[in-house]
């Protein structure tokens, strides 16, 4: 039925509208015109969509490069739509295999539940938890048996599998692909199923995994869900995707000063695509400022003042906002200390190598890092650049260190 044919002049501008909002910053719909004739019967049963993530909690904090999708479901919110989130407590047994050369390590209930909670409450941050339908996969996956696995299998070629880049990968390498790993995206799509999801959202490296429950709801004789694919956020190093594990990541979850300054570290190329996806600005004044950019009007350094305040903003409030871009402004632009710098009891009166000295207060992950540091100018002891990695440190009360932008310790002699 074409349901776009049903509509009045009225609605199909709301349809319009609608469409316009949820494909802005989106890599594909697959496909396109189901996904409208979708919108257009929620706007003519006046019923929402539902509109599917899933989740598995493979460790407790998320960053910036999760409100990629989280900032898509708040758009899918604000325009009445409902959001199916599925915890992964069964799924995360296995692992997502997407981009690992080697199976996951399979997660406990206790890590699951762990992570789980501390998702609750950052994605809180961004999108109204209490109208999420919330969701644990176990409670259909445990419950399926054997018989039900082999129809399911049955529809799913070892071909198909190996079409994945990572199961291709590892094939040519000849390392081993463990037989679970391919009930992964099966399992994932039987939640399509089991929730009668009308969209699945995930990133493009997901392509694979999501489509699978437009397969799985078609072999089941139900509608098919629309896939809305979702580009993925470089990090800070502007190349890798925004990881924990690559130490290129900004955390929902961190100090508001650090989310500050992190944002200002973040390569002027990628300005407009942190501004697309990630901020909680409109349409229009994205559009504004990357036109800005784009013309020179505005200074990179000026636009990422910018996002880093809309972060902030979006992550705590206006007010400690404005307490971070002031402290930014201070501390960095204008090369004053913080007032306000965590101390460190240190026993005695020493002298010390500025190396030794920055890994006993655990600054940096290694001496080669604090050499390169010091390299670039990065390392001052009480706001003078130590510029020798040989340095030797008389340690004295009140003695400052700063490591980086954003790192300040004082040194309080005791004893």
Not at 165 to 193: T, W
């Amino acid at each position: 039925m074409n349901y776009m044919e049903q509509l009045n002049d009225k609605q199909l501008n709301e349809l319009e509208r609608q469409h316009n909002i949820l494909s802005y910053g989106v890599n594909g719909i697959i496909p396109d015109q189901e996904f409208k004739q979708k919108i257009a019967k929620s706007i003519k049963n006046n019923k929402p969509l539902k509109v599917k993530l899933g989740l598995d909690p493979t460790a407790p904090d998320i960053h910036i490069g999760h409100t990629v999708v989280l900032n898509k479901l708040k758009q899918f919110q604000e325009l009445g739509h409902t959001v199916q989130l599925i915890i992964g407590d069964f799924t995360g047994k296995i692992g997502d295999p997407t981009g690992k050369a080697t199976a996951r390590v399979a997660l406990t209930d206790e890590e699951v539940r762990y992570n789980a909670q501390t998702y609750f409450e950052q994605f809180g941050k961004i999108i109204d938890m209490d109208a999420v339908e919330l969701h644990y996969n176990a409670k259909w996956l445990s419950k399926i048996d054997f018989v039900e696995v082999l129809q399911l299998a049955s529809n799913v070629t070892v071909a198909r599998m190996l079409e994945r880049n990572d199961f291709h990968n590892r094939y040519k390498a000849n390392k081993p692909i463990y037989l679970h790993e391919f009930f992964y995206p099966v399992m994932q799509g039987y939640d399509s199923l089991m929730l009668e999801s009308d969209i699945e959202l995930g990133g493009t490296d997901q392509e694979f995994n999501v489509l699978f429950g437009r397969q799985i709801q078609e072999q089941f004789g139900k509608e098919k869900q629309v896939v809305m694919l979702l580009p993925l956020l470089e990090g800070l190093d502007g190349v890798e995707k925004m990881s924990k594990s690559k130490k290129n990541y900004i955390g929902i979850d961190e100090k508001p000063n650090d989310i500050f300054g992190k944002t200002m570290s973040i390569r002027d190329e990628l300005i407009g695509k942190y501004f697309e996806l990630a901020s909680n600005l409109s349409i229009k004044e994205v559009a504004e400022i990357k036109s800005q950019l784009a013309n020179e009007t505005l200074h990179p350094r000026d636009a990422k003042i910018r996002l880093a305040f809309s972060f902030v903003e979006m992550l705590c409030d206006t007010a400690t906002a404005e307490e971070s871009k002031k402290y930014f402004l201070t501390v960095f632009q204008k090369n004053q200390m913080p007032d306000e710098i965590p101390e460190v009891l240190w026993e005695k009166e020493v002298t010390i190598g500025i190396l030794d000295l920055i890994a006993d207060l655990n600054l940096l992950p290694s001496k080669s890092e604090a050499r390169r540091m010091i390299k670039n100018g990065g390392i001052r002891l009480n706001q003078e650049k130590v510029e020798d990695p040989n340095f030797k440190v008389e340690i004295k009360d009140n003695l400052v260190l700063q490591v980086g932008k954003r790192k300040f310790i004082r040194l309080k002699i005791v004893g």
